[in-house]
Nanobody
């Protein structure tokens, strides 16, 4: 499985970005798809996740600002990020989860929010 993330960039505080992550390969339709981020000098943290059935979960720090969605037919997950803050800066990684703990990671896309 390959995960291709895109959509990162430089944005001013208060702005918006939409990240995309497309899955391809011989094993498709993951059970869960998630977005993580890693800020400079910090550990990677979970930002948002969505199950195959559409159940979502978010980190407290992004609730009400970020929305995760999924196009199962396209094997793509999106992260709409609004009201961005400088502390949202980091490399965002998508993750696909399969049964028995199998996971795949994308290459990451950099989001930089300037104050």
């Amino acid at each position: 499985v390959q995960l291709q993330a895109s959509g990162g960039g430089l944005v001013q505080a208060g702005g918006s970005l939409r990240l995309s992550c497309a899955a391809s390969g011989s094993i498709l339709n993951p059970n869960t798809m998630r977005w993580y981020r890693q800020a400079p000098g910090k550990e990677r943290e979970l930002v948002a996740g969505i199950s195959r059935g559409g159940v979502t979960n978010y980190a407290e720090s992004v609730k009400g600002r970020f929305t995760i969605s999924r196009d199962t037919a396209k094997n793509t997950v999106y992260l709409q990020m609004n009201s961005l803050k400088p502390e949202d800066t980091g490399v965002y990684y998508c993750n696909a989860g399969f049964p028995r703990g199998v996971e795949y990671w994308g290459q990451g896309t950099l989001v930089t929010v300037s104050s």
